[in-house]
DNA sequence: CAGTGGTCTAGACCACATC
DNA sequence: ATGTGGTCTAGACCACTGG
């Protein structure tokens, strides 16, 4: 069950692994298969070194790759522990990239219209790696930023992994949407691919964020997904940019 | 002129800074003083180690953070290289976040329409740290993919650093603005902070790109950075979005 | 205080590129 | 064969947290 070590690979080097990437490797399915939960710490480095049979330094290294992509976060003194949607403002603005144009930090009141269900169209399907027709929940929803309707907002989601998923339970929740995710259906988000456009209000969307029909707004489509790439949830907001834009860091 | 060692601080940890941390600040002057040129190749692990007096661990790890960075590029069994925006397709696409929706992947084509000197306005001269009313050179041009016209760019830059940029030079010049930026004037952008909005086209704009003014266009306001956090660079494109449109990547 | 992550070292060996 | 970056180890010590 430990990782093979790279020199115990006979031929010289066909389809060579580092030791960490293994390591790396075991790490995420242990948290895949729910070993950890979000907010909790896992095993120290020491401890995971013994697991593995391999060197402190080796699981450093597996366990920094996590954390830069924000699957662990490592506090020094105390522990690495899952990342998590859950609490402070900091993992909230990792999937919001809408904000004031002045600057001002503001968190959004999310407003729920409808939770409808139906079928995956030909383009939600490939979107999702499902099958056309299979089911699907649809949230409707507003974001205002003080008050003001600012985001028209509608998710996509496979009925398999959210079931039960209800007006109710989700106006009941008390958190972001990927933090209800991530506690009420052990769904965790881990990265999103997004595709920005411009585009012009209809009447429906333009009635909800309070502007003329025809008004520019950004769309912005997301694909987010959890471990091993798996796609699970397709959304897309419509904003106004009055006095709010999508901020991005290039590097 | 060495880095002083963390032992070497007497009191015990006020400002404390790790070894590595000092060596990537001392190759990031190098950097910034010429010491090394884009695509060039900086000295061997061995040689810095050598030179700042510590292990080849240390400076490995300061090297690691640069290269996730993209001020450096590690390539196995050749050496360490000064990132350039010159060269291959990959680190064009790092600045360029406008695709054709299919996937397909293409290289737009930079129409210059005019080179203007003026002065700098109070909003041009925050975003890049200059005084009101200094001199900075605006450039307009048009990005066509496949022969149609996409984005609107307006692109100011502080004269003093790209003294002698004329139209002539420019439309020469083969390969991408930074790269010209790069090769000519010895400016290197490092990262860039980006913001995203909806605006309706005018009639100048929605004539250059062949749309009915008022269509809803992605309007992309970038401020690049050089070295030490220096603004050099604000830009400005416009891009209609039927068939292209802006990807992003959220981890 | 003990336990955690964080830094630094020195050395061995592997993979890759080049001559 | 040589030199480069890449991996792995073992051990020492530092910084931070909390009991």
């Known amino acids: 069950m430990p990782a093979m070590k790279p020199g115990a690979v006979s031929s010289p080097s066909p389809s060579f692994q580092p030791l960490y990437q293994q390591i790396k490797e075991l790490l995420t399915q242990s948290l895949q298969h729910g070993e950890w939960h979000p907010g909790e710490t896992i095993p120290s480095e020491i401890d995971l070194a013994a697991r593995f049979q391999v060197s402190q330094g080796t699981v450093r290294k597996a366990i920094d790759e996590l954390a830069a992509e924000n699957i662990l976060v490592r506090r020094q003194g105390k522990g690495t522990f899952v990342a998590t949607h859950t609490e402070e403002t900091a993992s909230i603005f990792r999937f919001l990239r809408i904000r004031r144009c002045d600057g001002r930090e503001e968190m959004p009141e999310s407003r729920l219209l409808e939770v409808r269900r139906g079928k995956a169209t030909a383009e939600v399907a490939r979107a999702l790696q499902m099958k056309p027709g299979e089911a699907v929940v649809v949230l409707i929803r507003v974001l205002d930023y003080s008050g003001e309707p600012i985001i028209y907002d509608e998710i996509t989601l496979p009925s398999v ?42 009447a429906e969307v333009a009635r909800e964020l309070r502007v003329a029909p025809g008004t520019p707004l950004l769309s912005v489509e997301r694909i987010a997904f959890t471990y091993g790439d798996r796609p699970v949830e397709l959304r897309r907001g419509l904003c106004t940019t009055r006095q709010h834009c999508y901020v991005n860091q290039l590097s």
Do not use: P
């Open 161 to 202: 992994l959210f079931k039960g998923l209800t007006k109710a339970k989700i106006d009941d929740y008390l958190g972001s949407m990927y933090s209800l995710f991530e506690t009420q259906f052990g769904v965790r988000m881990i990265r999103a691919d997004e595709r920005l456009r411009a585009i012009a209000a209809d």
